[in-house]
């Protein structure tokens, strides 16, 4: 039997058409979003690379700017697990959701070392680190240490994402995870290779929602 055309199909039978058709062109849209939020949070991280190594002046402005880099990502990493980390199956979700987790509770350390540790004395942050606030402060590191890698290997298993952005991701997250452990030079670069693996898979992501939204519109 020779194919129809949609248009000369009944208002019934293009029912299921046009509802896979607004799907699509509804998923393109989110991986846009999410695409245009991990643009921002790698311009973000470079902006806080800057400030961390001198080359602009840290002001009020620029601290305000540090926790927004993960709530920027969380629409990203969200985008990602949609378009490409569900084929990892259950481990694919865990690994997401604890990723999700992770970068959430990282803009809370960013919030404090930001807006809270730069406007106190370097006694009483050491006091603040010695009790329960240095505990939460490692065990968000180490989450976000771990659940970076268990995503970036969901999103390798197969073809459609780059193996080399998915490695800066990964690489960049180390010393960013261990920031009280390593030099700031190594912190600087960490997050310069952040960016760039994040801008990397948004470019990535923004294709695939180009492709989607062709797809449909065959």
């Known amino acids: 039997m020779s194919a129809v055309a949609p248009e000369l199909l009944g208002s019934s039978s293009l029912g299921p058409y046009r509802s896979a058709r607004s799907t699509a062109l509804g998923n393109a849209t ?29 002001t009020d402005l620029t601290q305000l700017l540090a ?23 259950l481990f694919g979700t865990i690994a997401f ?5 992770s970068l959430a509770s990282l803009e809370g350390v960013e919030v404090v070392i930001n807006l809270v540790f730069s406007k106190l004395p370097m006694e009483t942050i050491a006091v603040l ?56 030079l190594a912190l600087d670069l960490g997050l310069v290779t952040l960016a760039i693996g994040v801008v990397w898979l948004a470019g990535c992501l923004w294709g695939h929602a180009t492709t989607v939204a062709n797809t449909s519109a065959d």
Do not use: C, D, Q, W
């Not at 969380?74 to 985008?79: A, I, S």
């Open 97 to 101: 959701v604890l990723h999700f987790i």
């Open 67 to 89: 926790p927004l880099a993960e709530i920027l990502a969380l629409g990203l990493v969200t985008g990602l697990f949609l378009a490409f980390g569900r084929r990892a199956a």
């Open 30 to 58: 989110l991986y846009r979003i999410a695409a245009s939020a991990g643009y921002g949070g790698a311009l973000i991280l470079l902006v806080n690379a800057a400030k961390r190594s001198g080359l602009i002046a840290t």
């Open 129 to 184: 680190v010695a009790g329960p606030l240095g505990l939460v402060l490692t065990i968000s590191s180490l989450l976000f240490l771990f659940s970076t890698l268990a995503f970036v290997a969901t999103l390798a298993i197969g073809t459609r994402v780059p193996y080399v952005p998915l490695a800066l991701y990964a690489v960049g997250a180390v010393p960013i995870s261990l920031r009280a452990f390593v030099p700031e």
